[in-house]
């Protein structure tokens, strides 16, 4: 079974599909919107992230694309809602980033970076969970927010923060997944580093996992690494606030039903990577 990593979709005119599969449009602003270009400047992608400091954003690793030559100066983070409306007063440079030390290429496991803003951009900070989920949250909602498309073959030219909720649909010791059974809301291309939201114990939205990949953006299934696997690691060089999960004291009783190309057993991921600028930048992970 092939998974498909959220890599950076390359920015085209034309018509702006709304992000995120069957999303709704988001006022979340601690979610911010990553636009990464190459020497020239003449080429765009995105990716999406998630201030947990007041200069420091959690995204994905492999938004970086190490070993493609990026530099932080060919990174802008923009806090706004979509980015047809940024500007020099929401566009924030960076000035270095760090990969978790554990990020895996080939596997895709802690796939999680942090970047250092030049100064305070605009919004709030998220919290990340210190503790996982257990068997008894199986079910309950994951709220995906991002910035990418709303399907394979979108292009997503105007990338605009939205956001979907999505059962939490398995788990193992470094990786989230989600599945809707209906088919019909998922993350896509371009939702890279965006945070997967569990609500805390007094209710609100922290950061359960940073997206990933899919199966597929149209009725697949999507995972990310979870928060407490790389949250000693963020307290480390940034210092985040944590949440605490609320108290579950029984099991949710329905059983999700997994898509049939996804057989997201808690087993990790393994494969090969992929890349080429300029074109539909894509990689491919081999579930084992």
């Known amino acids: 079974m092939i998974l498909s990593l959220l890599l950076l979709v390359p920015l085209t005119f034309g018509a702006a599909p709304p992000p995120i599969v069957g999303g709704e449009e988001n006022d979340e602003d601690a979610v911010v919107l990553l636009v990464i270009s190459n020497v020239n ?47 020099g007063g929401n566009t924030v440079p960076v000035t270095s980033w760090s990969l978790h030390p554990d990020y895996d ?10 970047l250092f803003l030049e100064s305070s951009s605009p919004g709030d900070t998220l919290p990340l969970f210190h503790e996982g989920p257990r068997d008894a949250d199986l079910g309950e909602p ?25 059962p939490l649909y398995d788990f193992d010791s470094s990786t989230l997944y989600t599945y809707d059974p209906s088919g019909d809301m998922n993350a896509c291309f371009g939702d890279s580093g965006g945070p997967m939201l569990r609500r805390d114990i007094d209710g609100d939205w922290a950061i359960a996992a940073v997206t990933g990949f899919v199966s597929t953006c149209e009725g697949g299934s999507a995972g990310g690494a979870r928060s407490d696997a790389v949250l000693p690691w963020v307290q480390t060089l940034a ?9 579950v ?35 491919r992970v081999q579930k084992r």
């Open 249 to 283: 004291e029984s099991d949710t009783g329905e059983e999700v039903t997994s898509p049939g190309d996804c057989e997201c057993g808690g087993n990790g991921t393994q494969g090969w990577l992929g890349v080429v600028w300029g074109l539909a930048l894509g990689r």
């Open 41 to 87: 400047e003449d080429a765009a992608a995105v990716c999406s992230g998630a201030r947990v400091g007041e200069t420091v954003v959690l995204t994905a690793a492999h938004c970086l694309l190490p070993g493609a030559g990026f530099t932080p100066a060919s990174v802008k983070v923009v806090a706004a809602a979509s980015r047809s409306a940024a500007t």
């Open 142 to 166: 994951v709220r995906l927010v991002g910035f990418g498309a709303v399907a394979d073959a979108d292009d997503n030219p105007d990338s605009t923060r939205r956001a979907a909720d999505v």
């Open 239 to 247: 210092g985040v606030e944590e949440a605490d999960l609320p108290e």
């Open 105 to 114: 290429e080939a596997a895709g496991t802690f796939d999680a970076a942090l």
